[in-house]
């Protein structure tokens, strides 16, 4: 069958990248969408058994690392898009092995970025309908103070963790292949994201966890870190809008406009994870455990998406309160997907970053 488009997605066994391949692959039937996944701890095939079995499907086990396997699948797909997800993406691993980041975050890009270059300069059509669009994250602008000031597209990269300085990094590579060779590429800064497929070390999924099994609920610092909070469908429905809309070269911020100062969030995931369980309110309160800060703890993110919104008519779909019920719902109701997670190798990891805290 000859599709449309053959785009790579990377990632996608990923939570973000999961719903960009399930949102692709329903909405365009008329494309192949190719799903390049290294399946570390943080990727899982379960997140896609909705549309594994799809005609415009395909599963590739690669490492973005490995440059002859990249170039293998450019040319073996035809590849004309690149949505680029993959990455190692929690904070406080990479304080832990800032090399494991480097090398994913940065070399990954850089490998799959040249063999895209190689293989689109090598068609007829060079790079005429081609797109490499790189997914990435506020924490390269820093932190903001409690000020009201928000992050723009012109807001200076200014990161502090190891997790952060890697993303960077791998922006500038971005900029860099267009500024240097003409490749088509954008790139978006999204805020943080919450929904189901989460994988259970980031807040919202780890403290849902907790409740439900009543362990503690490790609060770095005073619970005063704020973050902007996207429930993720809207965040792959930005990267279908800008995938298919956005201007070639720009970068678009992405966020929710929704600011929660961390204990005042945890207090909402109590409040709704008791609801639910048919607990008293107030029942889980208890377990709230004040712990040692994280390294370099950046102290606010807060993403102004107006360009995006304005020119490109995007916003969010759902508010806040509604997408926390539907996720804690989620999760209580895919407690078998927790439990395969949760058990073996990752509690491993879970004992050994929690025992000195
Ligand atoms: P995730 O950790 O859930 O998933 C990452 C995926 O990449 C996994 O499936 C993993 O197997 C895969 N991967 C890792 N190394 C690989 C390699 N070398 N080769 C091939 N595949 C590899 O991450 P996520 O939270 O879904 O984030 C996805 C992207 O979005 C990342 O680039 C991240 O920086 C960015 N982002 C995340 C958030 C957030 O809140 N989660 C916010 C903004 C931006
Ligand atoms: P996280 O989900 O790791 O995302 P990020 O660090 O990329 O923003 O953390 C969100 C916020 O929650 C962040 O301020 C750190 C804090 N946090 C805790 O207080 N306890 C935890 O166990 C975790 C994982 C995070």
Same mark, same amino acid.
Request: proline fraction near 8%.
């Given at each position: 069958m000859k599709f449309r488009r053959n785009i790579i997605i990377t990632g996608g066994a990923g939570f973000i990248g999961s719903h960009v391949v399930r949102l692709f692959v329903n909405k365009y039937p008329e494309y192949r969408i190719i799903n390049v996944d290294?399946?570390? #701890? %943080? !990727?899982?095939?379960a997140n896609l058994k909705d549309v &594994?079995? %799809?005609?415009?499907y395909s599963f590739e086990k690669a490492d973005i690392c490995d440059y002859a396997q990249m170039s293998q699948l450019m040319s073996d797909y035809s590849v004309d898009g690149i949505i680029h997800l993959a990455a190692e993406s929690h904070v406080d691993r990479s304080i832990k092995d800032p090399f494991a980041f480097a090398y994913t975050n940065i070399i990954g890009t850089l490998t799959l970025l040249q063999a895209a270059k190689l293989y689109w300069e090598s068609t &007829? &059509?060079? #790079? &005429?309908g081609k797109l490499f669009y790189h997914i990435s994250t506020d924490e390269v602008f820093g932190a903001l103070e409690m000020d009201g000031t928000m992050f723009t597209e012109e807001t200076k990269y200014n990161p502090h963790s190891p997790y952060s300085a890697s993303k960077a990094s791998s922006d500038h590579f971005v900029r860099a292949f267009h500024d240097t060779y003409g490749m088509p590429t954008i790139l978006t800064n999204c805020s943080n994201n919450y929904g189901? #497929?989460?994988?259970?070390?980031?807040l919202i999924p780890l403290f849902i966890h907790n409740i439900c099994q009543r362990k503690p609920l490790p609060v770095y610092g005073k619970g005063e870190n704020v973050r902007d909070w996207l429930y993720v469908v809207d965040h792959a429905r930005a990267i279908d809008v800008i995938f298919h809309k956005g201007k070639v070269a720009d970068s678009y911020n992405i966020g929710g406009f929704n600011e929660w100062k961390n204990i005042d969030l945890i207090k909402v995931m109590i409040k709704t994870v008791d609801k639910l369980l048919g607990n008293?309110? !107030?029942?889980? @309160?208890? @377990?709230?455990t004040y712990v040692t800060d994280r390294a !370099?703890?950046?102290l606010r993110y807060a993403i102004d998406s107006s360009k995006l919104k304005n020119e490109l008519g995007w916003e969010p779909s759902l508010q806040f309160e509604e997408g926390i019920e539907k996720t804690v719902r989620w999760y209580l109701e895919n407690q078998d997907w927790l439990d395969n997670i949760t058990s073996g190798e990752y509690e491993k990891y879970y004992e050994e970053m929690y025992k000195n805290r």
């Open positions: 290294k399946l570390t #701890y %943080a !990727g899982n095939l &594994e079995l %799809a005609e415009n &007829e &059509e060079k #790079y &005429e189901p #497929y989460q994988f259970p070390e980031k008293p309110d !107030g029942y889980s @309160l208890d @377990l709230i !370099g703890h950046d």
